[in-house]
């Protein structure tokens, strides 16, 4: 399972000693070894080795063995895996990092000082953990998920006796009885996954069912989980977990993109009228350096070179650091910096496609909506 701070130390870790290695490889369950995947990634690898600039022996001889260790995993996992490896390794450091991803990444292989972490924060953006209440009248199902998999947890059955045609008096009471029962069996329900919530965590909570059952269940539902309550849709009881998943991360993705929208016509408007909007490299630059952004937007493909400054190690445009006077080294792409920037920051990451991606091009290929103004 990614966590988040696991990869904040990741993303932190630099040596400026030893060479790191980060390699992304996108798998196909049953790829042949002996054709052009295990081809590709040989020459991926010899390329990285011809290209090295200075390394010393010691260097040469850590990624070396990096580079036979990851090609030893990818022949393994060609066979029997699907979706995506990353692997940061530092053999002299004692760094190893693998992570089988269910999406493909890359190929992307790069030796460098400090980790790439872009497709794993872009991958970690997509990766929310959710919970999905089914809730009928008398039995309920919740059901753990993520793109990775999915997981039922409970299926609690309350003994709630079904409605009889008796009339009277006695049909009264009988009802009350029942709308009793109902009633304790959705906040037993509610209580439930409010334990789940606590053992396991979850950043978002759908419910299934009839919109009269719905509503009342979400009336019982402790005020964290409240705040996590991201939608809810009919969905029957019988339903396979596959089912839940697709329709869970399908309502997710559906909310994910309304509020990309909604956040790149704020970023519009804060650009043209207020002062709450960075647009564009320059400015983005600033506000992510200056700990102003609060959300940053980046153009799903959006590439840039820039510089960072030898001594104080600022991100900058421009030669000599605007900063301290200092000497700059190039940066092939100054966004991937910028990114890991952000997450570090504690700054929400989110990574632009389609139509709202054509948006953010107009303003720039990449922007931030600040905390405050500059
Ligand atoms: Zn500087």
Same mark, same amino acid.
């Given at each position: 399972?990614?966590?988040?701070?696991?990869?904040?130390?990741?993303?932190?870790?630099?040596?400026?000693?030893?060479?790191?290695?980060?390699?992304?490889?996108?798998?196909?369950?049953?790829?042949?070894?002996?054709?052009?995947?295990?081809?590709?990634?040989?020459?991926?690898?010899?390329?990285?080795?011809?290209?090295?600039?200075?390394?010393? /022996?010691?260097?040469?001889?850590?990624?070396?063995?990096?580079?036979?260790?990851?090609?030893?995993?990818?022949?393994?996992?060609?066979?029997?895996?699907?979706?995506?490896?990353?692997?940061?390794?530092?053999?002299?450091?004692?760094?190893?990092?693998?992570?089988?991803?269910?999406?493909?990444?890359?190929?992307?292989?790069?030796?460098?000082?400090?980790?790439?972490?872009?497709?794993?924060?872009?991958?970690?953006?997509?990766?929310?953990?959710?919970?999905?209440?089914?809730?009928?009248?008398?039995?309920?199902?919740?059901?753990?998920?993520?793109?990775?998999?999915?997981?039922?947890?409970?299926?609690?059955?309350?003994?709630?006796?079904?409605?009889?045609?008796?009339?009277?008096?006695?049909?009264?009471?009988?009802?009350?009885?029942?709308?009793?029962?109902?009633?304790?069996?959705?906040?037993?329900?509610?209580?439930?996954?409010? /334990?789940?919530?606590?053992?396991?965590?979850?950043?978002?909570?759908?419910?299934?069912?009839?919109?009269?059952?719905?509503?009342?269940?979400?009336?019982?539902?402790?005020?964290?989980?409240?705040?996590?309550?991201?939608?809810?849709?009919?969905?029957?009881?019988? /339903?396979?977990?596959?089912?839940?998943?697709?329709?869970?991360?399908?309502?997710?993705?559906?909310?994910?993109?309304?509020?990309?929208?909604?956040?790149?016509?704020?970023?519009?408007?804060?650009?043209?009228?207020?002062?709450?909007?960075?647009?564009?490299?320059?400015?983005?630059?600033?506000?992510?350096?200056?700990?102003?952004?609060?959300?940053?937007?980046?153009?799903?493909?959006?590439?840039?070179?820039?510089?960072?400054?030898?001594?104080?190690?600022?991100?900058?445009?421009?030669?000599?650091?605007?900063?301290?006077?200092?000497?700059?080294?190039?940066?092939?792409?100054?966004?991937?910096?910028?990114?890991?920037?952000?997450?570090?920051?504690?700054?929400?990451?989110?990574?632009?496609?389609?139509?709202?991606?054509?948006?953010?091009?107009?303003?720039?290929?990449?922007?931030?909506?600040?905390?405050?103004?500059?």
């Amino acid at each position: 399972m990614l966590d988040r701070e696991e990869l904040r130390e990741l993303a932190r870790y630099r040596d400026e000693e030893n060479l790191i290695c980060s390699f992304y490889y996108p798998l196909e369950k049953g790829m042949p070894t002996e054709g052009g995947a295990l081809i590709r990634l040989k020459n991926m690898i010899n390329k990285t080795l011809a290209d090295r600039e200075d390394w010393t /022996s010691a260097q040469t001889t850590s990624i070396s063995e990096d580079l036979a260790r990851i090609e030893g995993l990818v022949t393994e996992e060609m066979i029997m895996s699907s979706g995506g490896l990353a692997i940061f390794a530092c053999s002299a450091g004692g760094l190893w990092k693998e992570y089988h991803l269910p999406d493909r990444v890359g190929p992307m292989l790069v030796v460098d000082h400090a980790t790439r972490m872009r497709p794993m924060i872009e991958f970690i953006g997509r990766y929310e953990r959710s919970c999905t209440v089914l809730v009928g009248k008398g039995r309920a199902r919740i059901i753990v998920l993520d793109r990775a998999g999915a997981a039922e947890r409970s299926d609690v059955v309350a003994s709630v006796p079904g409605r009889h045609d008796q009339g009277g008096w006695a049909q009264a009471r009988y009802q009350r009885h029942h709308d009793h029962q109902v009633m304790h069996h959705l906040k037993e329900t509610a209580d439930q996954t409010f /334990s789940l919530l606590q053992e396991e965590g979850f950043s978002q909570l759908f419910v299934g069912g009839t919109e009269e059952l719905v509503s009342e269940f979400v009336e019982y539902l402790h005020p964290y989980l409240r705040e996590r309550l991201a939608g809810s849709f009919p969905m029957e009881m019988v /339903s396979s977990v596959a089912e839940v998943q697709i329709q869970t991360l399908t309502a997710a993705s559906e909310l994910a993109e309304a509020g990309e929208r909604d956040a790149l016509d704020d970023l519009r408007a804060e650009v043209h009228t207020g002062n709450l909007g960075a647009a564009g490299l320059d400015d983005t630059l600033h506000a992510v350096q200056t700990g102003q952004a609060l959300r940053l937007l980046v153009k799903e493909d959006f590439e840039a070179p820039g510089l960072r400054c030898t001594s104080c190690h600022l991100l900058c445009l421009s030669s000599p650091c605007p900063f301290c006077g200092g000497e700059t080294q190039a940066l092939e792409d100054i966004v991937e910096s910028m990114v890991t920037e952000a997450f570090l920051r504690n700054c929400e990451v989110a990574f632009v496609a389609g139509e709202n991606g054509e948006k953010l091009a107009e303003l720039g290929g990449i922007g931030a909506l600040l905390r405050f103004a500059g």
